[in-house]
């Protein structure tokens, strides 16, 4: 780097201008604190009450507080806006203490009334249920007696009362709004009204999310400055721009890529257990709220038969083997071994192993005879031609579609595939216009939230809105299993319907639970020491159910004075014939100039 330097004669001395660079001046500000997070999955929304995937959901832990939330430590209900709570006898009524000094970034109050209205929102408008209905499903009423005071009645026992993952808005913002599928409101998020430990400052669709650290938030301020979350299309550019150090954390790496980055200086790697599912749905005739048909799913996958054939027939080992290097475990039920007290995995008379043979005589007696091609036809004549969508931009579902494309092929069923982008996935996999389709969800340390994705109640209205489903899946029995365990207080009861409703769920083969992913992760431990890890010590980093990773993020002592930072700073020292002159009048300015913008890197 070259510095100009300034050279005066003072009196009958020479004066030599010697820089000495990495020190402030009281006039200069240290340059901020950046943390890049590299996206490689699409957001849905920024509206709290609307946002469903993975990277939406986070946006919001980012911004709201919430009553209370998953401790870093051990993932169990931990205070936060509330600080600490309280049932009756009877278990059916909830009195939270809402902290004080607690405040919205346009300096209003945080209250109990905020809390309040964002529940009874949800109660009276079937669009705000659309992300986390479940919570308050069972609600009878919610009110504010006064600022520090929530109460929630329940209709019957409600066992994650002390763990409602619902972000908590300012009523003042969002009261005034009728239409929360505006997609306006998605905008609101970056003009609108936070309390949480970061702000929104900039938002760019499938861009960027850029926020600002809040100074203000009642644990204290994250110790970095400025938090970007920058999308790309896929993960191999996202582990270039990592090895660049355009981005300082990436998350979601396939195995062959977190084996790359062994031992490439400045990098580090975290490997911890996922709390994520990876699945293939299947398209059994799905319904809306109405019972009404919906979608174009292919009539053959109406019969159990046909689905239990094409479960038997995809081998979830290849899978943990062979797409994920052995980073990962065995699918059964949908809430992982992470959480290992309700982990259900199927008894091995009831487990559905890996048989091509045996599928093929499951069909065969099920009257899907081959043709001359190989390919079966339904009685009527109508070919077994299968569609199976999924995510273009992940290594995962590339190699998952080509193995099934395989096996299905080899018990008499066409497949094509359709891999499309994160949006479109989307809208086809709500609308029902698909046939097979890899999926996966991030699960929350209470199981309701990973059984509620399965219930009647899950599934959208007549226009598409008003719940988030996985399946689609509508069954009685089921329903009856999931309400038991949501009105169970004892956690080995509860446990035991919560296994159950999985075995019931695993039965009608409306879905196969491939594997459960570790979190592979990487980050420049040149530019930060630490982040916060959840569980302690050996959680991931950014598949949480918290902020507590880039809340905790450490920048390292190196990065604070890197140029690539911001501007070096200088002080000018004279020396020469004497130690110190104080210029006075119409002495001699001496210029500084730090590194200029366009020499930033």
Same mark, same amino acid.
């Given at each position: 780097?070259?510095?100009?330097?300034?050279?005066?004669?003072?009196?009958?001395?020479?004066?030599?201008?010697?820089?000495?660079?990495?020190?402030?001046?009281?006039?200069?500000?240290?340059?901020?604190?950046?943390?890049?997070?590299?996206?490689?999955?699409?957001?849905?929304?920024?509206?709290?009450?609307?946002?469903?995937?993975?990277?939406?959901?986070?946006?919001?832990?980012?911004?709201?507080?919430?009553?209370?939330?998953?401790?870093?430590?051990?993932?169990?209900?931990?205070?936060?806006?509330?600080?600490?709570?309280?049932?009756?006898?009877?278990? &059916?009524?909830?009195?939270?203490?809402?902290?004080?000094?607690?405040?919205?970034?346009?300096?209003?109050? %945080?209250?109990?009334?905020?809390?309040?209205?964002?529940?009874?929102?949800? &109660?009276?408008?079937?669009?705000?249920?659309?992300?986390?209905?479940?919570?308050?499903?069972?609600?009878?009423?919610?009110?504010?007696?006064?600022?520090?005071?929530?109460?929630?009645?329940?209709?019957?026992?409600?066992?994650?009362?002390?763990?409602?993952?619902?972000?908590?808005?300012?009523?003042?913002?969002?009261?005034?709004?009728?239409?929360?599928?505006?997609?306006?409101?998605?905008?609101?998020?970056?003009?609108?009204?936070?309390?949480?430990?970061?702000?929104?400052?900039?938002?760019?669709?499938?861009?960027?999310?850029?926020?600002?650290?809040?100074?203000?938030?009642?644990?204290?301020?994250?110790?970095?400055?400025?938090?970007?979350?920058?999308?790309?299309?896929?993960?191999?550019?996202?582990?270039?721009?990592?090895?660049?150090?355009?981005?300082?954390?990436?998350?979601?790496?396939?195995?062959?890529?977190?084996?790359?980055?062994?031992?490439?200086?400045?990098?580090?790697?975290?490997?911890?257990?996922?709390?994520?599912?990876?699945?293939?749905?299947?398209?059994?005739?799905?319904?809306?709220?109405?019972?009404?048909?919906?979608?174009?799913?292919?009539?053959?996958?109406?019969?159990?038969?046909?689905?239990?054939?094409?479960?038997?027939?995809?081998?979830?080992?290849?899978?943990?083997?062979?797409?994920?290097?052995?980073?990962? !475990?065995?699918?059964?039920?949908?809430?992982?071994?992470?959480?290992?007290?309700?982990?259900?995995?199927?008894?091995?008379?009831?487990?559905?192993?890996?048989?091509?043979?045996?599928?093929?005589?499951?069909?065969?007696?099920?009257?899907?005879?081959?043709?001359?091609?190989?390919?079966?036809?339904?009685?009527?004549?109508?070919?077994?031609?299968?569609?199976?969508?999924?995510?273009?931009?992940?290594?995962?579902?590339?190699?998952?579609?080509?193995?099934?494309? +395989?096996?299905?092929?080899?018990?008499?069923?066409?497949?094509?595939?359709?891999? %499309?982008?994160?949006?479109?996935?989307?809208?086809?996999?709500?609308? +029902?216009?698909?046939?097979?389709?890899?999926?996966?969800?991030?699960?929350?340390?209470?199981?309701?939230?990973?059984?509620?994705?399965?219930?009647?109640?899950?599934?959208?209205?007549?226009?598409?809105?008003?719940?988030?489903?996985?399946?689609?899946?509508?069954?009685? !029995?089921?329903?009856?299993?999931?309400?038991? !365990?949501?009105?169970?207080?004892?956690?080995?009861?509860?446990?035991?319907?919560?296994?159950?409703?999985?075995?019931?769920?695993?039965?009608?083969?409306?879905?196969? %639970?491939?594997?459960?992913?570790?979190?592979?992760?990487?980050?420049?431990?040149?530019?930060?020491?630490?982040?916060?890890?959840?569980?302690?010590?050996?959680?991931?980093?950014?598949? !949480?159910?918290?902020?507590?990773?880039?809340?905790?993020?450490?920048?390292?002592?190196?990065?604070?004075?890197?140029?690539?930072?911001?501007?070096?700073?200088?002080?000018?020292?004279?020396? +020469?014939?004497?130690?110190?002159?104080?210029?006075? +009048?119409?002495?001699?300015?001496?210029?500084?100039?730090?590194?200029?913008?366009?020499?930033?890197?």
């Amino acid at each position: 780097m070259r510095i100009k330097r300034v050279f005066a004669v003072v009196m009958a001395g020479t004066l030599a201008v010697l820089p000495l660079a990495g020190t402030a001046t009281a006039q200069q500000q240290a340059p901020p604190k950046v943390l890049r997070v590299a996206l490689t999955t699409g957001i849905d929304h920024l509206n709290p009450f609307t946002a469903s995937l993975a990277a939406s959901t986070q946006v919001g832990r980012f911004i709201y507080e919430f009553l209370t939330i998953p401790s870093q430590d051990k993932a169990q209900a931990a205070p936060a806006l509330a600080e600490s709570w309280s049932t009756s006898p009877d278990k &059916l009524t909830w009195t939270f203490k809402i902290r004080q000094g607690a405040k919205w970034s346009d300096g209003k109050p %945080v209250t109990a009334k905020d809390a309040a209205f964002t529940f009874n929102r949800m &109660l009276t408008d079937p669009t705000a249920r659309t992300a986390n209905g479940n919570y308050v499903a069972n609600f009878e009423t919610v009110s504010a007696p006064d600022d520090t005071t929530l109460v929630v009645k329940t209709k019957t026992v409600q066992a994650t009362m002390d763990l409602l993952d619902v972000p908590i808005v300012p009523e003042h913002i969002w009261a005034p709004i009728k239409d929360l599928s505006d997609p306006k409101t998605d905008t609101m998020a970056v003009v609108g009204v936070n309390d949480g430990p970061y702000r929104i400052t900039d938002y760019k669709q499938n861009e960027y999310v850029k926020f600002t650290a809040n100074k203000d938030y009642w644990r204290g301020a994250p110790k970095v400055d400025e938090l970007q979350l920058l999308v790309f299309k896929d993960v191999e550019a996202a582990v270039n721009a990592l090895k660049q150090g355009e981005v300082d954390v990436i998350n979601r790496l396939t195995p062959t890529q977190f084996g790359a980055l062994k031992d490439q200086p400045g990098i580090t790697l975290n490997k911890a257990p996922g709390r994520r599912y990876n699945e293939i749905n299947l398209n059994f005739g799905v319904q809306n709220s109405e019972n009404k048909p919906i979608g174009n799913g292919s009539p053959v996958l109406k019969d159990v038969r046909v689905r239990q054939a094409i479960a038997q027939a995809i081998d979830p080992k290849t899978v943990v083997d062979k797409v994920m290097g052995g980073y990962g !475990q065995l699918g059964g039920g949908v809430v992982p071994p992470i959480y290992a007290a309700y982990h259900w995995d199927p008894a091995p008379g009831e487990a559905r192993t890996f048989d091509l043979a045996a599928a093929n005589a499951a069909l065969d007696a099920a009257g899907y005879p081959k043709g001359r091609d190989g390919i079966r036809t339904a009685p009527g004549g109508a070919r077994l031609d299968l569609r199976l969508t999924g995510h273009a931009n992940r290594a995962f579902d590339q190699r998952v579609a080509q193995y099934v494309s +395989g096996w299905l092929h080899d018990i008499g069923i066409s497949v094509k595939q359709e891999l %499309v982008s994160d949006d479109e996935l989307n809208d086809r996999t709500n609308a +029902g216009n698909y046939d097979l389709a890899i999926s996966g969800y991030a699960t929350n340390p209470d199981p309701d939230y990973a059984l509620a994705l399965h219930t009647c109640s899950a599934r959208p209205n007549a226009d598409g809105k008003g719940a988030t489903t996985d399946t689609f899946f509508c069954d009685p !029995q089921y329903d009856e299993l999931y309400a038991k !365990q949501l009105s169970d207080t004892d956690p080995a009861s509860r446990a035991g319907y919560v296994k159950q409703a999985q075995a019931r769920l695993y039965s009608q083969a409306v879905n196969v %639970v491939l594997d459960y992913d570790n979190s592979l992760e990487a980050y420049r431990s040149d530019r930060f020491s630490s982040f916060g890890k959840q569980p302690q010590p050996e959680g991931s980093i950014l598949e !949480q159910t918290g902020y507590w990773g880039v809340y905790g993020a450490v920048p390292a002592e190196a990065s604070a004075s890197s140029g690539d930072s911001g501007s070096n700073t200088v002080v000018w020292i004279i020396v +020469g014939a004497v130690v110190l002159v104080v210029v006075v +009048g119409t002495g001699i300015a001496l210029s500084r100039r730090g590194k200029s913008s366009d020499d930033r890197e």
